[in-house]
């Protein structure tokens, strides 16, 4: 069973590279009549015969082989990992300087910076959650940083 799973996946996997790749049926006619044999699956040995699943891989290239290039284009977008533009940081660096000892801005906060900076609130969110992990310490670590810089010696009685 287990293999084959395997073999459906590899399948599966051969497909989208080949719809990706070559931008065309990834099939001839010959292949699309044919299918792997699963059910007889003897010392190793695959055997191919005509299937309904070939049939229905087929009807289906027919049926959306319009929208493979649009399928293609879309998971060849690389995420677009860019900057907010540096208006907008410094808008949210100012925020963050004047609220420097408790950095969550409330939800009328967040529009009104959204307004002035032409971010939506979810970058606005996104943004103060890496700032706060990546530039603050809360309350709570720092009291823990200063006890662990303490030395021993303030806690020992003569």
């Not at 990834?26 to 299937?51: F, Q």
């Not at 891989?57 to 929208?67: A, Q, T, W």
């Not at 879309?74 to 950095?103: D, I, V």
């Amino acid at each position: 069973a287990c293999n084959i799973s395997i073999l459906k996946l590899n399948n599966i996997s051969e497909f989208v590279s080949r719809v990706l790749v070559d931008d065309v049926s990834p099939w001839s006619d010959e292949e699309l009549s044919k299918e792997v044999d699963t059910d007889n699956i003897e010392n190793g040995e695959l055997t191919t015969k005509s299937s309904e699943e070939g049939q229905l891989k087929e009807k289906l290239v027919r049926m959306y082989g319009s929208h493979i290039s649009s399928l293609k284009h879309e998971f060849s977008k690389k995420k677009k990992k860019g900057k907010l533009p540096k208006e907008a940081r410094q808008t949210l660096l100012q925020w963050w300087n004047l609220h420097c000892k408790w950095p969550y801005p409330t939800e009328c906060d967040k529009i009104a910076l959204a307004e002035s900076t032409g971010l939506d609130q979810k970058q606005i969110n996104n943004w103060f959650i890496n700032q706060r992990k990546r530039h603050w310490k809360s309350p709570e670590n720092m009291q823990l940083a200063v006890f662990d810089n303490l030395s021993p010696h303030f806690f020992l009685q003569d």
